[in-house]
């Protein structure tokens, strides 16, 4: 949905869980799964339902990295900063990921193509460093690398 | 599936599942662990359903996708039972040959083996590889064996015999006096007696109770509760009904991070199967006993791993923590006794149920007792799981199982503890792990995180990278914290720069005081920890940063340089294509100079100049040479140039 | 409700059950620094400038004193090298953000705390809460919260729940020891006018 016209899949989700304000964080990671960010009619449709007050809601919203208030990019990029992969150069990798895209951690490009994230550790150590883009793993990512895999990705 | 209301129709369910299978039936058990399936296990999966079907043989022989065994660095990794011959890095390409080889012949296939380093003698069976010899598997060794997505693999292999047993034979205050005298201690990080929190909160007047499983796992580096969620939930959900059954809580949580969906898939499936089976719900077994358990995700924040701000997340808010001086086993969920233990202290506690603490008491050193699942990764050979006995020292876990250092390359320190731990260096190698031994040296457990680090790797920009991360994670509730380590980033990031001053290492000194003293959780109490371990030991290379604007591992982007040297140089052209900067001249046969001004410090030329030539050099502290001037550029064949 | 003894600063305190050591203080009238606390509201333990030592069986530990409930035969040192100097460099870490905060000016004044100790911060907020919580707890409005976290938090009106409520209201106004709400305010505002 670009901006909400109707509320049905929001209100799905919240009825789904039972409308219990202690779930507000699980109703708001489905909602997010599902359209990929969270409108601000999203956020006060949440608040209303659930009786909360929006500033809790939007504090969540901001406080929790799993979030995103503004639209994301066809293709998310996650390059893990963990501390094995930093030992074997993820930040050489990132800086090469931030040169090619052009955009920084937690923005997306002008033309809705790639969002880059950092991720604190995606549990494959063994395969340092990683880039996850799409879900798939890409591991064992030097800078010389990182264009190649990113090419592949239109 | 079969509603077990009693002790009697699960003992007969058990014993026909065993009946049924044959303790010598063929199976091909192939990791499906994250980390391996990132590596492609689920195309050798296929590979060899399809081959085995291909050749008639699937109505013999099983094909299992398997829990997490530890051996990360050479996955996919594919054990074929009864023999119990391992292959390593396995690809569906390998998957015809394992067949015909392996399982309709018996002869093996040599180049899929672990072979020694040293030596290049193979090894046949799981038991025999180095990295396994030297574990003692406890909780790890079952992944293996079982389907994570399979409830009757768990009990075939006595899984919930402990639940019986606790339900059944022994009740809540024999069971708590179990945990108590195996002093067991919390896996998570603060390596609290477990025993004594559950006391507390059995004890506690005020009801409902809760029994909390933090499977948060935020520190970078660290993947054992994954492993043992995604490949074993239901000794988690096992140990956490138990534990429920002995303080008098009818609700459980698991509080799982969502950066690990295949985690939170297994163990939500785990439930439903439970459930279905009557072993979770009411009156289960029969006994009188209610327990349901639920599954919240996480939503990206390291802070939420503290206790009291995992339960304030539970009850919908931001993770802030709150003051522990009423400690949360008698005010914790919504206000009530609550016991938040770790995935590994739980998976623990059907052990101790089952086999009792004088045997967990058998191992382990005076004050911690048990084993403990490390990750061991970064610069070592063996990068995976290690469950090893607490008491094992440093220098054995690193060099006996995990191979050493590779590429060459000289130890320089391991990292445990996480984001609240330290760095130890060569001469602590001979340390032996436990709680209260890696403490005395300055560092801590915490939840299992072993990061080995080289020569390359520089200690300064190791308190950077870890300050850097608590100050994004820091919730940003109190000053010390949200402030002093906004001052101690900025104050690491100009030495590592450069730009280091006199007087710097006294103020990060002066914030580590308030943080450590004054902070409101656990995070912001460790937070300076990173820093006052590397000072500690490492203190030279902050001097050199700082007084001589040198980094001695040359790795610090703002104080090296790369600079060709022109006696190796072979003009070969490489570096000067893949030069994101188009910052290096030369030619076909002129040797290759690189532009400083246009110089990013990316460390392309580094990587890509072939190692034979060898001819791109880091410099740190000094000046970069004066280039050749261009008459002299040029390469003459057999000179030696 | 029992009598409760303890020691703040050698002088011998009475109190009831469930008052903090910093109301047991302040019945004593033994001056302890505060910024986030407040007497209408739920004590919250975020600028820690209250911190004290206690000793409990002998054994010492610092504590913030506005959380820390009052208990019989604590010994409490509201003053020592430990804690002033803790508190020195709280209040510098602060005048980085408002170096011309009256309140903050008088607590640098007795602490020997450095207005330019560290370099100067873009946002006059010291993130006491007392706007956000006040109008939470007391208002029951919600017109102000915080978002995001660590050093990217900061207070933030809700434009449309602020045009309703707080042209009347303002009663955050004067808690806010560095004038950040009012600037907030005026701008969130103007955005409300434009639209």
Same mark, same amino acid.
């Given at each position: ?13 919240i ?15 489905d909602i997010?799964?599902e359209?990929?960010?969270l409108?601000?009619?999203a ?11 929006l ?25 893990c ?11 050489r ?5 931030e040169d090619?895209t052009?955009?920084?951690p937690?923005?997306?490009?002008a033309?809705?193509?790639?969002s ?8 494959c ?7 996850e883009?799409d ?20 | ?13 058990r ?6 299978r044959?303790?010598?039936r ?12 990132a ?19 699937e109505?013999?022989i099983?094909?299992?996708g ?19 011959i ?5 690809k569906p390409?390998?998957? %015809? $040959?394992i =067949?015909?080889?392996?399982? &309709?012949? #018996?002869?093996?296939?040599? !180049?899929?083996?672990?072979?020694? *380093? +040293?030596?290049g ?5 799981e ?26 693999d ?16 022994m009740? %809540? $205050?024999? =069971?708590?006096?179990?945990? &108590?005298? #195996?002093?067991?201690?919390? !896996?998570?990080?603060?390596?609290? *007696? +477990?025993?004594?929190k559950?006391?507390?909160?059995r ?16 520190d970078p580096?660290?993947f054992?509760?994954r492993?043992?969620?995604e ?9 956490l009904m138990?534990?429920?059954?002995t303080?008098?809580?009818?609700e459980?949580?698991i ?14 499936? +785990? ?11 009411q009156?289960i077994?029969?006994?009188g006993?209610?327990?349901t358990?639920k599954v919240?995700?996480?939503a990206?924040?390291?802070?939420c791993?503290?206790?009291t ?5 539970l009850e919908?808010r931001?993770g ?5 001086y ?15 233990n ?14 009792g ?8 050193t ?5 084993t403990k ?6 610069k070592i050979?063996?990068?995976?799981l290690?469950e ?8 054995d ?20 503890g ?5 760095c130890?260096?060569e ?11 890696l403490?005395a ?15 390359d ?5 190791v308190a950077r ?7 994004e ?6 000053l010390?914290?949200?402030e ?14 450069g730009n ?5 290492i ?6 580590s005081?308030?943080l ?13 920890n990173?820093?006052?371990s590397t000072?500690?030991?490492?203190r030279a ?14 790795a ?6 790369y600079w ?6 072979k ?23 690189i532009?400083?001004e ?13 190692e ?15 280039s ?6 040029t ?7 | ?11 011998e ?7 903090t050591?910093l ?15 407040h007497e ?20 010492s530990?610092l ?13 409490v ?35 020997g705390?450095?207005?330019?100790r ?10 006491c ?5 006040y ?15 660590g ?11 602020a ?14 020891p ?8 005026v701008?969130?505002?103007?955005l409300?006018?434009?639209?």
């Amino acid at each position: 949905m670009e901006t909400v016209k109707n509320f049905d899949h929001v209100d799905q989700i919240i009825d789904a869980h039972q409308g219990e304000a202690s779930s507000l964080i699980q109703i708001m990671l489905d909602i997010q799964a599902e359209n990929h960010w969270l409108p601000q009619e999203a956020l006060a449709r949440i608040s209303k339902r659930l009786a909360v007050p929006l500033t809790r809601v939007q504090h969540i919203a901001t406080f929790y990295k799993a979030f995103s208030l503004v639209p994301k990019g066809r293709h998310q990029i996650h390059v893990c900063m963990g501390t094995a992969c930093h030992v074997r150069g993820a930040p050489r990798v990132l800086d090469t990921v931030e040169d090619l895209t052009g955009i920084q951690p937690g923005e997306t490009d002008a033309d809705l193509k790639f969002s880059l994230e950092t991720v604190n550790c995606l549990g494959c150590c063994a395969l340092g460093p990683v880039i996850e883009i799409d879900g798939k793993t890409h591991g064992n990512v030097t800078t010389a690398r990182t264009e190649d895999v990113l090419k592949s990705y239109k | 599936m079969p509603r077990l209301s009693t002790v009697e129709e699960l003992t007969e369910f058990r014993q026909e599942l065993v009946a049924t299978r044959e303790a010598n039936r063929p199976c091909v058990a192939i990791c499906a662990g994250a980390g391996c399936l990132a590596s492609g296990a689920s195309e050798v999966i296929a590979a060899f359903k399809a081959e085995l079907a291909a050749q008639g043989l699937e109505a013999e022989i099983d094909t299992r996708g398997t829990g997490c065994p530890g051996f990360c660095e050479r996955g996919p990794v594919v054990v074929l039972h009864p023999e119990g011959i391992c292959y390593l890095q396995v690809k569906p390409d390998d998957v %015809p $040959e394992i =067949v015909a080889q392996s399982l &309709k012949g #018996s002869k093996v296939v040599e !180049r899929l083996l672990y072979a020694d *380093p +040293a030596t290049g003698e193979r090894a046949i069976h799981e038991s025999d590889i180095p990295f396994y010899q030297h574990q003692e598997r406890t909780l790890l060794s079952s992944n293996i064996l079982i389907d994570s997505r399979s409830i009757d693999d768990y009990l075939a292999i006595g899984g919930y015999t402990a639940l019986v047993k606790a339900l059944f034979e022994m009740g %809540p $205050e024999a =069971v708590l006096e179990e945990v &108590k005298q #195996s002093t067991l201690r919390g !896996r998570g990080g603060a390596g609290f *007696p +477990a025993g004594r929190k559950w006391e507390g909160s059995r004890n506690a007047p005020d009801t409902p109770r809760y029994v909390l499983v933090n499977a948060d796992e935020g520190d970078p580096g660290a993947f054992m509760d994954r492993a043992l969620l995604e490949g074993n939930p239901h000794a988690v959900l096992e140990g956490l009904m138990i534990g429920g059954f002995t303080i008098g809580a009818q609700e459980g949580y698991i509080y799982v991070r969502q950066e690990y969906p295949l985690a939170v898939k297994n163990v939500l499936h +785990a439930i439903t199967q439970a459930e279905a089976y009557g072993l979770l719900g009411q009156d289960i077994l029969g006994s009188g006993f209610d327990f349901t358990i639920k599954v919240h995700k996480g939503a990206g924040a390291f802070v939420c791993g503290e206790s009291t701000a995992l339960m304030t997340a539970l009850e919908g808010r931001v993770g802030e923590p709150r003051p522990k001086y009423v400690r949360s086993n008698i005010k914790g969920l919504w206000g009530k006794p609550t016991v938040l233990n770790n995935v590994e202290t739980w998976a623990n506690v059907p052990h101790i149920v089952n086999r009792g603490a004088d045997w967990f008491t058998r191992t382990g050193t005076e004050h911690s007792k048990g084993t403990k699942i490390f990750s061991l990764v970064g610069k070592i050979r063996n990068t995976g799981l290690v469950e090893v006995p607490m008491g094992m020292p440093l220098q054995d876990i690193i060099y006996d199982i995990g191979g050493g250092i590779p590429g060459g390359k000289k130890f320089k320190a391991v990292q445990t503890g996480g984001p609240s731990g330290g760095c130890l260096p060569e001469e602590m190698l001979h340390l032996e792990v436990g709680f209260d031994e890696l403490t005395a040296a300055g560092s801590m457990m915490g939840s299992g995180g072993m990061i080995v680090m080289d020569e390359d790797n520089c200690m300064v920009d190791v308190a950077r990278y870890f300050i850097n991360f608590l100050t994004e994670e820091s919730c940003g509730k109190c000053l010390p914290c949200r402030e002093g380590l906004r001052q101690m980033h900025r104050i690491l990031t100009r030495i590592c720069e450069g730009n280091g001053r006199a007087g710097d290492i006294d103020t990060l000194e002066e914030l580590s005081e308030v943080l450590t003293e004054a902070s409101l959780c656990g995070l912001g109490q460790s937070a300076a920890n990173p820093f006052i371990s590397t000072l500690r030991y490492f203190r030279a290379e902050y001097e050199a940063h700082i007084e001589q604007k040198r980094c001695p591992a040359l790795a610090c982007k703002g104080l090296i340089s790369y600079w060709i040297d022109p006696e190796k140089c072979k003009a070969c052209l490489i570096c000067m294509k893949r030069c994101p900067s188009q910052g290096i001249e030369g030619g076909k046969k002129q040797i290759h100079v690189i532009d400083q001004e246009k110089c990013d410090r990316c460390g392309v030329c580094f990587e890509v100049c072939p190692e034979k030539f060898s001819a791109v050099v880091k410099l740190s502290g000094e000046p970069v040479p004066e280039s050749l001037p261009m008459a002299e550029r040029t390469l003459v064949r057999g000179s030696g140039k | 409700m029992s009598d409760i003894h303890l020691q703040i600063d050698g002088k011998e305190v009475h109190v009831t059950e469930g008052m903090t050591v910093l109301e047991a203080a302040q019945q004593a009238r033994i001056a302890i620094p505060t910024l986030c606390y407040h007497e209408t509201l739920e004590p919250y333990g975020g600028c820690r400038l209250c911190i004290v030592e206690v000793e409990v069986n002998g054994w010492s530990r610092l504590v913030v004193s506005c959380v820390y409930p009052a208990a019989a035969g604590l010994i409490v040192r509201t003053r020592s090298a430990q804690i002033d100097r803790i508190r020195k460099t709280l209040l510098e870490m602060l005048l980085a953000h408002a170096p011309d905060s009256p309140v903050l000016q008088e607590l640098a004044a007795e602490y020997g705390a450095q207005r330019d100790r560290f370099a100067q911060e873009a946002s006059f907020c010291i993130h006491c809460g007392l706007c956000v919580r006040y109008c939470a707890e007391v208002k029951q409005a919600h017109a102000v919260g915080f978002i995001d976290r660590g050093i990217r938090k900061e207070i933030s009106f809700i434009p449309e729940i602020a045009a309703r409520e707080c042209h009347d209201c303002k009663e955050c106004f004067p808690l806010c020891p560095t004038s950040y709400v009012q600037a907030a305010y005026v701008l969130v505002e103007a955005l409300v006018a434009l639209r």
